[in-house]
C-alpha cells in the first residue's frame, strides 16, 4: 500500500524558517517523483515544488523561488521541503504528491499524480 506522511508544519513568524518531511512507503522510491503542493483558505491547491529521483530534476513555482528548496534521502524514502524566509501568504495546508517516473514542466497538473497525503498546516504570522 502506498503512503505519504507529512509532518514538520506548524506556527512561525514572518522570516522563519521550517522543514516539512514526506515519509513514504509501499513504492520503489527511486523510480517516483515527489511533488509538494499547498492550500490556502479559499484558495485552489497549487504547485510548490517537486523532484524527480530518475534525473535528479526539480521545479520550484515562483512564489517560492530562492526561498525554498526541496530534497530526498533515498535511503530514508523521505522528501523534504526546507522552507526559509516564510511569509504570511505561505500560510497554507501542504501535502505531498507521488507519480511513477520523471516530471517535466507539467508537474504542476495534480490529477498526473497517484498518491497524496494527509496534509500538514503552516501558519506564517506577520
Known amino acids: 500500500e502506498v503512503q505519504l506522511v507529512e509532518s514538520g508544519g506548524g506556527s512561525v513568524q514572518a522570516g522563519g524558517s521550517l522543514r516539512l518531511s514526506c515519509a513514504t512507503s509501499?513504492?520503489?522510491?527511486?523510480?517516483?517523483?515527489i511533488a509538494w503542493f499547498r492550500q490556502a483558505p479559499g484558495k485552489e491547491r497549487e504547485g510548490v515544488s517537486s523532484?524527480?529521483?530518475?534525473?535528479?530534476?526539480?521545479y520550484y513555482s515562483n512564489s517560492v523561488k530562492g526561498r525554498f528548496t526541496i530534497s530526498s534521502d533515498n535511503a530514508k524514502k523521505t522528501t523534504y521541503l526546507q522552507m526559509n524566509s516564510l511569509e504570511p501568504e505561505d500560510t497554507a495546508v501542504y501535502y505531498c504528491?507521488?507519480?511513477?517516473?520523471?516530471?517535466?514542466?507539467?508537474?504542476?497538473?495534480?490529477?498526473?499524480?497517484?498518491?497524496w497525503g494527509q496534509g500538514t498546516q503552516v501558519t506564517v504570522s506577520s
Open positions: 523532484i524527480s529521483h530518475t534525473n535528479g530534476r526539480t
Open positions: 504528491a507521488a507519480v511513477f517516473g520523471a516530471l517535466n514542466r507539467l508537474w504542476v497538473l495534480q490529477d498526473k499524480y497517484d498518491s
Open positions: 509501499g513504492f520503489t522510491f527511486d523510480e517516483y517523483s
